[in-house]
């Protein structure tokens, strides 16, 4: 065995190669050892700000969710209280999975109160401001003043016990705020285990610095060894005999002692058998020394690597020279261990043998191994993600890039080429105008931009897409990052689903409110209706009773629900076998008109006053499908009016062929009238005229014109030709007013006389009596007070001429109820205004109340006996005056008493 002499070995150590490459050692030993912690720094930040940004995706993606019970919050279709109530129904289904097992979203109010808590759901509408974590710090207001100071979100961290734990744990949760609720969400993650993790990894970076270091300096020392060697060599050419078997003896003991004490594993192969062992490979099998010497070495060895190991020991056998080999596995009690090995062929007691030094590589092993599932886990997040991700150099060059991001940006590869893709030239980037904030990215500033739309020419592809651009910083120094992180975040679909999302929740908002607006208008038209509205299940029970029903039986909806129909109105009972009729087939049953005697107090009639009177009622009843049974709904229709109207009808049909028949005898009376006035005329002439043709008949006659003149002066014969003549005039007139009014009405406006109008009608009137009715209109004194001035009014002179009899007539008929008193008057009163002309019908009969006055015009509306009036009388004078005249009528109180008619017509 050669020997080292000390002087050979200091000549060694202070030769300049020996020198440089110690220092070379040093330095790539140093070199590693940075490398490795940067990696393993470089990939704990990057992890920690993706999960950074896990707590921000998820939190925003919460508010995406509740967004559209805040936008009806906004517009008013939801109150405040219900708009909560819905989004904490929405966030106590939000609930994921993380690193530490099941998470949630949680939410609070700025009072304090939690109103969300998944998994604790007794804490809910608790108050959280006395919760405090562990050094003290206030947790509720601390997130409270986070979320109110950040509009866009912030993060707070805190140390609290994790469930199931036994101690406090750094927590970092971020949140967001609502303000149209006066409340936050968010949620959080303990990062226990990434600084646990981040120490373990550091603590394996180091060993296997270390190991890789006495790997280096075992290689060193053993390079060192051969030098050494070689002048050992030189020197026992120069050395006497004596002094190299000296040396070699205590070589031997020398190296016996290193064998015995050193460090690593050496061991003896002779024949596949352990020859010899020191103690260290019995420590790093785990067995004692002398139970290893005899055995064979691949019986320690793991069975998937005992070929190997075979074969490299033949190998070494056969003279091979020794060089680099992976490690092996050993076995142990409890379980296997790496380890290193090298081996030297040599002879062992005159035989060959290979000796083995074993290094325990475990620790560095099982370091490299996570360091390795750890870059490739970080490989498989670049190369897997869900989206598309990069990275770039500090110069904006690409790095290294995933094929989702290549295809976005039509690449087929990831280059550094700066010709073929720097960040400063990134479509997107240009397209949106963010140089800047580009820039600021590559100077290690994160940036995180909303959704942005590109369209078909900013794309590879052609196709529109949303995007949101993320750059962040990985590793360096604040200001000089190692790499930038560029993601890419496609949110097509996501987008093309929210608009889409979006138009079917306006369509469902719409639907809802159209729902809402025709349950509504329904309620009000059933509400409004003036038929009574009566529907009864398959049991003849009431489900709807609507306010007609009420107003028609005197029972409230209310009290009316759910009993049986002839509880509830015995009058009902008559109408079932028609309800049921039209259920069994299924159609609805022709309407029945039920004319039915009424005997009710005062305000029950149509006229307000007590008495008996007819309702006449059309009785339909129309089945109605629910689903599961048939219900029946009958209407009852009061038809009373209409009745009336109809008999009016019956009754104007009437009047219409009497009109035609007066018309007809007026036109035959004026013929014998005509004869009669030309008699009375040609009697005037042939008796009482002093003409000669009377003379020369009288002396024919024998009698003198004079004689024939004192008779008929002496007989008064003038007298009755007068009254004769006066008669016929007056009979002339009203057979014209007969036939004027008989006429149909002119709708034509022509400039009429008001006063001489009221002057025909007033002719026209005289003619009226009726001893059924006790009033004769010639007993009535007329007072008339016209202006003379009065100009002219475009109107129908035959219309008006109807307004007024009807008029004259009701002050006759009221004035015919008097039964003592100042004889009737009826004073009319004609008037010019600024734009209208006045008339006034006045009469001093019985006046009308208040309450009357207020219903005067309405059809049907009558204070006479049943038979004395249709009631229509003045509604059709309201009719033609403010209608067809857009003129006024009201009645007002006379001061002597009595009531009077203001007609107010517009000028021409």
């Known amino acids: 065995m050669d020997i080292i002499t000390p002087r050979a070995l200091s000549s060694l150590l202070r030769s300049a190669p020996v020198r440089r490459l110690c220092l070379l050692l040093v330095l790539a030993c140093g070199v590693f050892t940075l490398f490795l912690l940067h990696a393993v720094h470089t990939f704990w930040e990057t992890a920690e700000t993706y999960r950074s940004n896990h707590l921000r995706e998820m939190v925003l993606l919460a508010r995406n969710q509740v967004q559209p019970v805040l936008d009806e919050l906004a517009s008013g279709v939801y109150g405040r209280d219900h708009a909560l109530v819905l989004v904490r129904e929405r966030m106590r289904t939000m609930t994921f999975n993380d690193t530490r097992g099941p998470n949630y979203i949680f939410m609070s109010g700025y009072d304090g109160t939690m109103l969300v808590q998944p998994f604790e759901r007794q804490m809910e509408g608790r108050s959280g401001l006395d919760l405090r974590d562990a050094h003290g710090v206030a947790i509720i207001d601390g997130l409270i003043e986070t979320a109110r100071a950040n509009p866009d979100g912030g993060f707070f961290s805190y140390h609290y016990t994790p469930p199931g734990g036994s101690a406090p744990e750094e927590k970092l949760s971020f949140v967001l705020p609502i303000p149209e609720l006066d409340c936050y969400i968010g949620t959080g993650t303990y990062l226990g285990d990434v600084h646990a993790g981040e120490r373990r990894y550091i603590l394996a970076t180091a060993a296997l610095a270390v190991t890789v270091f006495l790997l280096l300096g075992l290689t060193f020392v053993t390079a060192l060894g051969a030098l050494a060697r070689r002048g050992a060599e030189l020197e026992r050419e120069v050395e006497e005999r004596k002094a190299a078997e000296q040396r070699l003896a205590a070589a031997e003991l020398k190296y016996r002692s290193i064998f015995q004490n050193a460090q690593e594993g050496i061991a003896v192969i002779q024949d596949g058998l352990l020859s010899f062992v020191n103690p260290r490979i019995g420590e790093i099998l785990r067995r004692p020394t002398h139970e290893l010497v005899g055995t064979p070495f691949t019986d320690h060895l793991h069975p998937a690597d005992r070929p190997m190991a075979m074969d490299r020991y033949m190998r070494r056998m056969g003279g091979e020279p020794p060089g680099t080999h992976p490690p092996v596995r050993i076995l142990v009690p409890e379980g296997e261990r790496w380890v290193f090995g090298t081996g030297v062929l040599l002879e062992w007691d005159g035989r060959p043998a290979v000796l083995v030094m074993l290094t325990d590589i475990t620790d560095l092993k099982e370091a490299e191994q996570a360091l390795h599932a750890r870059e490739q886990q970080f490989r498989a997040v670049l190369t897997q993600a869900p989206f598309a991700m990069a990275l770039l150099h500090p110069d904006g060059t690409l790095r290294e890039a995933n094929a989702e991001w290549l295809a976005l940006h039509g690449l087929t590869e990831a280059t550094g080429n700066p010709a073929v893709y720097t960040l400063g030239r990134d479509r997107y980037v240009l397209h949106a105008q963010l140089l800047g904030l580009a820039d600021a990215a590559l100077a290690g500033e994160p940036i995180v931009t909303e959704p942005l739309e590109f369209p078909p020419g900013a794309t590879p592809d052609g196709h529109p897409r949303w995007m949101a651009l993320r750059l962040y910083p990985v590793g360096g120094a604040p200001g000089a990052p190692d790499a930038v992180a560029f993601i890419l975040h496609d949110l097509t679909v996501l987008m093309d689903s929210e608009r889409e999302r979006q138009a079917l929740l306006a369509d469902l908002s719409r639907a809802n409110r159209a729902l809402s607006r025709a349950q509504r208008h329904l309620k009000g038209v059933l509400d409004a209706m003036p038929s009574a509205i009566v529907v009864a299940d398959a049991a003849d029970r009431v489900v709807l009773w609507n306010p007609a029903a009420e107003r028609r039986f ?166 009755l ?184 017509l517009p000028l021409a």
Request: with cysteine.
């Open 554 to 719: 005197g029972v409230a909806g209310q009290a009316a629900h759910g009993r049986p129909l002839a509880e509830v109105a015995p009058e009902l009972a008559r109408h079932l076998p028609r309800l049921h009729a039209a259920r069994r087939g299924g159609m609805a049953t022709p309407p029945e008109r039920i004319v039915t005697p009424v005997e009710g107090p005062a305000g029950a009639r149509p006229d307000g006053l007590p008495g008996e009177f007819r309702r006449v009622e059309d009785v339909t009843a129309i089945p109605l499908e629910t689903g599961e049974e048939m219900w029946g709904i009958l209407r009852l229709d009061d038809v009373s009016e209409r009745a009336a109207m109809e008999d009016l009808m019956v009754q104007a049909e009437k009047m219409a062929s009497v009109g035609g028949l007066a018309a007809g005898m007026a036109h035959e009376i004026n013929n014998p009238l005509g004869g009669i006035l030309q008699g009375e005329q040609n009697l005037r002439r042939r008796l009482l005229d002093d003409l000669p043709a009377n003379r020369a008949a009288a002396e024919r006659s024998g009698v003198t014109f004079d004689r024939i003149a004192a008779y008929a002066d002496e007989r008064r014969i003038a007298g």
């Open 721 to 904: 030709l007068d009254g004769i003549r006066e008669s016929g005039a007056r009979a002339a007139r009203i057979v014209a007013n007969m036939l004027t009014f008989s006429r149909r009405s002119d709708p034509s406006r022509l400039p009429v006389q008001i006063n001489d109008l009221l002057e025909r009608t007033l002719e026209l009137a005289v003619t009226d009596y009726s001893l059924a009715r006790n009033y004769d209109f010639k007993r009535i004194a007329v007072v008339r007070r016209y202006d003379p001035h009065l100009p002219p009014v475009r109107c129908s002179a035959s219309e008006m001429e109807q307004v007024f009899l009807n008029l004259f007539k009701n002050a006759a008929q009221a004035l015919a109820l008097r039964d003592d008193g100042p004889p009737p008057v009826l004073t009319l009163t004609t008037a010019a205004e600024a734009a209208h002309v006045r008339i006034e019908v006045a009469d001093n009969g019985p006046g009308m109340p208040p309450e009357l006055r207020r219903r005067a015009f309405e059809p049907f509306f009558t204070t006479r006996e049943a038979g004395a009036g249709t009631g229509l009388g003045l509604s059709v004078a309201y009719f033609i005056v403010v209608t067809n005249h857009k003129g006024t009528i009201t009645i007002q109180e006379a001061p002597e008493g009595g009531a009077v008619f203001v007609v107010r």
